[in-house]
């Protein structure tokens, strides 16, 4: 066992905006299963990437372990994945290597084949089990769940459940709760460690919170209260000094005594009341704020938005999944469930209208208006003024919907290649949540959001009740939101 120590680490970029770290102070034990967690753009990569000696910092950071990172970078993913993986744990044995794969259900015929033809979430799977076998290596494992279906999480967590001595920056909250003791948070004035997962540590979050709100309406009511005391006893005490200098006779020992007892209370409140601001304006530094989103769905004049009959994907020539068919009517909510390569998003592209070979009918309602949150983030780029006028949407409403997603100002000015990939992701649905549609379309939306911006999102669809068919992972916004689930079956 052996410590990995941060003191007083505070770090910007060099033509950064704002600062991500200041004179924050952490202690990690190397043999922690850790869960990091924190909102968009708060430093996440970044940190790990310190912790890498990637970028200059000031400060200290100490560690007596070498660090590995996930997703490992492949250089020529043509080569064979058993060659790509003894260079990533060279010293491994390949029973060992078996072993691990046993344990990811990864079948040991894909050490033969290219990397390159091993589906996204084979590829996660087969680079977090050899970086597990470099022996004595801590690992920062950044994000891997966005290419990993809903079973295939289930899987990885309980893989990660077996390990010790990593890092896991993760926004799923039921993965992260499968897997963790530990969470280390970057809040807004400082970085924590407490012991637990997810929930617990959002409980004892919450908690807090709630304490320093109330403490918070307390110490104002005394500070004001003392305020006025204080203001009170001074002009006592000057009144009292005044009459020392009236006419007639005066006991003027007796009145400068009583002046100077008002004027060491008055002193006394002033420094009760200074003590009561000085703790005061250590409350709520890492309170989160979540405005309550919205959204106008329009209402479709018939029962029926979309109808599926036989319908099957075509890719090069062959069927990727067995035949489907269902009917999605207004105010449902259906979750397109399935393994990686099934066809879910191929089926709801198929509801936008694009070129993509089928078999079977599909039957959208006329003048039907859909708005879609797609997958890639990688066409973003340029102005946010830009993106609004190729898009045409409400300037106002759109920055509105963002600051509430926990965008500062100073994001407006930055191209959005710059943002991280979870505020790219929140550019995408707060363009839907400016569009008024009949039908919402979301494929995989949650990748890289935050864990607040997940339920601030899952609130507002059960408030307002769109029309919507989805694809997500996330098996906690899965639960809350969905009304129906369509399983699709790989051919």
């Not at 260079?87 to 990811?104: D, I, T």
């Not at 967590?157 to 077996?162: A, C, N, Q, V, W």
């Not at 250590?282 to 919205?294: C, D, G, H, I, M």
């Not at 649905?429 to 995989?444: G, M, R, T």
Request: glycine fraction near 6%; include cysteine.
């Amino acid at each position: 066992m052996s410590m990995i120590r941060g003191e007083n680490l505070s770090f910007s970029y060099p033509s950064s905006y704002d600062t991500i770290f200041e004179n924050v102070d952490f202690q990690i034990d190397t043999d922690w299963k850790l869960g990091f967690i924190g909102r968009n753009g708060r430093g996440k990569t970044t940190f790990l990437n310190l912790l890498l000696g990637k970028y200059e910092y000031r400060g200290k950071i100490h560690a007596s372990v070498q660090f590995d990172y996930f997703p490992y970078a492949v250089s020529d993913k043509n080569r064979l994945t058993t060659d790509i993986l003894s260079e990533v744990c060279p010293f491994a044995e390949e029973w060992e290597l078996l072993r691990e794969l046993s344990y990811l259900e990864v079948r040991e015929d894909v050490l033969w084949r290219p990397f390159v033809t091993l589906s996204n979430g084979e590829q996660t799977k087969v680079l977090l089990a050899a970086l597990f076998l470099n022996s004595g290596h801590f690992l920062l494992i950044d994000e891997p769940t966005n290419h990993l279906d809903m079973k295939a999480r289930g899987i990885v967590s309980d893989y990660l459940k077996r390990k010790k001595g990593f890092i896991l920056a993760s926004h799923d909250r039921c993965f992260l709760d499968g897997c963790v003791d530990h969470i280390l948070s970057i809040n807004r004035s400082n970085i924590e460690v407490q012991s637990g997962n997810f929930s617990t540590w959002f409980a004892n979050f919450q908690r807090q919170q709630e304490f320093e709100r109330n403490q918070n309406v307390k110490l104002k009511k005394n500070i004001d209260a003392m305020q006025k005391a204080a203001q009170r006893t001074s002009v006592w005490s000057e009144r009292i000094e005044v009459s020392k200098y009236g006419n007639g006779p005066i006991d003027r020992g007796y009145i400068g005594h009583k002046s100077a007892k008002m004027m060491k209370r008055s002193k006394s409140i002033e420094v009760r009341q200074q003590r009561a601001i000085e703790e005061k304006s250590r409350l709520l530094k890492n309170s989160e704020t979540v405005e309550a989103l919205k959204i106008n769905p329009l209402f479709y004049f018939a029962d029926t938005l979309v109808t599926f009959s036989d319908v099957v994907p075509i890719f090069d020539g062959k069927e990727v999944c067995q035949p489907i068919s269902f009917e999605v009517k207004q105010g449902e909510r259906i979750a397109l469930d399935g393994n990686n390569g099934s066809g879910k998003t191929s089926l709801l592209k198929l509801i936008l209208g694009r070129q993509i070979e089928y078999q079977g009918v599909i039957s959208v309602g006329s003048g039907l208006k859909l708005s879609y949150v797609p997958q890639d983030t990688s066409t973003l780029n340029g102005s946010l003024s830009l993106f609004i006028e190729t898009n045409k949407i409400d300037e106002s409403l759109f920055k509105a919907i963002l600051r509430k997603m926990d965008f500062s100002r100073v994001q407006f000015e930055k191209k959005i290649e710059d943002f991280s990939e979870g505020q790219k992701k929140k550019v995408l649905i707060a363009k839907s949540l400016c569009e008024q549609a009949h039908l919402y379309v979301w494929d995989e939306p949650l990748n890289y959001i935050d864990i607040y911006s997940r339920m601030q999102i899952e609130k507002l669809i059960k408030e307002f009740y769109p029309t919507m068919i989805f694809v997500e992972h996330d098996r906690a916004f899965r639960n809350t939101i969905a009304t129906k689930s369509i399983q699709l079956t790989v051919k």
